[in-house]
């Protein structure tokens, strides 16, 4: 069966402070990963694959075999940042699973 | 590019009614996904379509299920509403091997 795990429900961190959004997936071969994020009242988003390893709107992710991990990081949280985000696991490209998302607060 | 639409964007249904919801795809992608998204459970696969048939279909009741027109539009039916059904569905579309393009979702109520 193909899982993906976020732990937090609701995350609260200062402005300027490093943020991590934690996912962990359940998939025994090779997937490919994504975060999605939703700000208020917009539509549900693409952020980052992992496939890209590229860096959006200062947010890397990094994908951790070993650990069957897909943590969401960036250095420097800003107010914009405040929204959902859900991670994504994909098969074949084709069907995706979705995590329950996780609701992040920048505090000014 | 228009993105993706869903109509109709909001709607009131009592229990064991059916439902109908329309997608309609950015020009060009044929492939077509439903999600039902809860406060609970996130975001579920429902199911996706192709070319006008099913290619992957998600763990929800047979009373779910949808069709895809020949100019990528699809439907989504649910019958036999149940309370538990009120919930945002939405459709994503997509070029094969691409990233997904979430609409606005339609939200469900059902009283």
């Known amino acids: 069966a193909q899982r993906v795990t976020q732990p937090e429900k609701l995350l609260s961190v200062f402005k300027g402070a490093p943020v991590e959004l934690k996912c962990n997936y359940s998939?025994?071969?090779?997937?490919?990963l994504f975060w999605y994020v939703q700000y208020s009242r917009q539509r549900l988003q693409l952020l980052l694959r992992h496939i890209s390893r590229e860096s959006i709107k200062g947010f890397t992710a990094d994908l951790n075999k070993g650990e069957t991990s897909f943590h969401l990081k960036k250095p420097f949280a800003q107010e914009e940042d405040s929204a959902m985000y859900y991670c994504a696991l994909s098969i074949s490209g084709n069907q995706f699973y979705f995590g329950t998302g996780t609701s992040l607060t920048v505090i000014p | 590019k228009a993105g993706v639409t869903q109509t109709p964007r909001y709607l009131i249904k009592t229990r064991g009614q059916q439902v109908t919801l329309s997608c309609s795809p950015i020009?060009?992608?044929?492939?077509v996904s439903w999600y039902q998204q809860t406060p609970g459970q996130g975001l579920q696969f429902l199911f996706e379509y192709f070319s006008e048939t099913q290619r992957n279909k998600g763990n929800f009741p047979g009373r779910f299920s949808g069709r895809q027109f020949s100019n990528s539009r699809s439907e989504m039916n649910v019958s036999t509403l149940e309370l538990g059904d009120s919930a945002l569905y939405l459709c994503a579309s997509r070029r094969v091997g691409e990233t997904q393009y979430f609409g606005p979702g339609t939200r469900l109520l059902v009283l």
């Open positions: 020009s060009g992608h044929r492939s």
């Open positions: 998939y025994s071969g090779s997937p490919e």
